[in-house]
């Protein structure tokens, strides 16, 4: 576990919050600013869905929980930090002029990392006096429980910079991903972008529901990629020949015209019929029943492939030893006092 740091945050919606509580229950204090009058509220309901959650996936191994304090500005949120990690709407403009700010703000040798989803780097750092410090962290929706964060450098950006930033990730029980070359929303976005515009002629062409596209994904194919991905799982599909034979067998079929990648307008139409049939499927479950219900899935999940010690059951393993050492240590150092 690495010692503990103050780390800023800039902007705590859905993400920026998610990281908060990802560092405080990993034992880093925060300061975060958002314009939000409700900023305090929201946090508090994100980080105590993360208690619960980090309870139940480490039971008694939570290490001493950061201290969290809601700045009055960018600069108040950042100075003094050894970290920060910007978490704004995807405007690049806005991203540009802020980071610019916290650039400003900040020591020279900290890390400055953004939560974009797929802007790049480079042109983010193009205001920045000291861009060889910046790097793309891109985390995944709960922050506090999902392992994987996207770690992604500008043309300016240094290769301490974004060793420094994989290191803090990993300490907090992450999974960091290096992207090596800078593209257009990174790995995992290209991947859902893909399905997700799939998802949308589904519906829109009337073939199924929001419901049925869902249950095709979660009774089938997503259960496999939770812990194999998709090349491991069509490796096994060619039999003992392996990929080669799985390629000889179905290549063929990528010229069938299964797919249809450009995504449909999103006419008032669509948009109406998508909505409608998302309400459906809630069935009058409020947003915070769903976090929780997606939570103790996760955990469930999570759990069952840490037994395994396999994919990301492996990292939550790697960090439940970190936090075993931690809290031995802990009682040591208590039992000398």
């Known amino acids: ?11 705590g919606g859905v993400i920026g919050a998610g990281w908060a509580a990802r560092f405080l229950l990993n034992g880093h204090d925060a300061a975060i600013y958002d314009p939000d009058p409700e ?16 309870a139940s996936l480490f039971p008694g191994l939570s290490p001493r929980e950061g201290r969290l ?7 108040e949120a950042v100075a003094g930090a050894d970290f920060v990690q910007e978490s704004l709407p995807e405007r690049e403009d806005l991203k540009q002029t802020v980071l610019a700010a916290i650039d400003r703000a900040t020591r020279p040798q900290i890390v400055i990392a953004s939560s974009t989803s797929g802007l790049l780097p480079t042109r983010l750092q193009a205001s920045m006096a000291h861009p060889e410090r910046f790097v793309v962290g891109h985390p995944f929706n ?51 972008e893909a399905l997700w515009r799939e998802a949308l002629w589904l519906v829109k062409d ?28 069509y490796r096994m599909a060619g039999g003992e020949a392996g990929m080669r034979h799985f390629l000889a067998q179905f290549g063929p079929a990528l010229k069938l015209p299964w797919t249809k990648l450009e995504a449909p307008e999103l006419t008032d139409e669509l948009i109406d019929l998508v909505s409608a049939q998302s309400d459906a499927q809630a069935a009058g479950a409020s947003i915070r029943d769903l976090e929780l219900r997606r939570d103790d899935c996760l955990v469930a999940v999570l759990s069952a492939l840490r037994a395994n010690d396999f994919a990301a059951g492996a990292v939550v393993g790697d960090h439940e030893r970190r936090l075993r050492s931690q809290k031995a240590s802990a009682a040591l150092d208590d039992e000398g006092r």
């Open 206 to 233: 009337g073939i199924a529901t929001t419901e049925e596209i869902d249950d095709a994904i979660r009774f089938g194919a997503g259960l496999r990629w939770s812990f194999m991905g998709t090349f491991l799982i």
């Open 69 to 75: 304090t809601i700045a009055a500005s960018v600069e």
């Open 142 to 192: 709960p922050v506090y429980l999902l392992p994987l964060v996207e770690v992604c450098g500008g043309q300016q950006t240094s290769e301490a910079a974004k060793q420094a930033a994989i290191e803090l990730y990993s300490a907090v029980g992450m999974r960091p991903l290096h992207v090596r070359k800078e593209i257009d929303g990174f790995i995992a976005d290209r991947l859902l």
């Open 1 to 11: 576990m690495a010692d503990p740091q103050r780390i800023g945050l800039v902007g």
């Open 39 to 54: 900023i305090g509220r929201k946090l508090d309901t994100v980080i105590g869905n993360a208690r619960r959650a980090q």
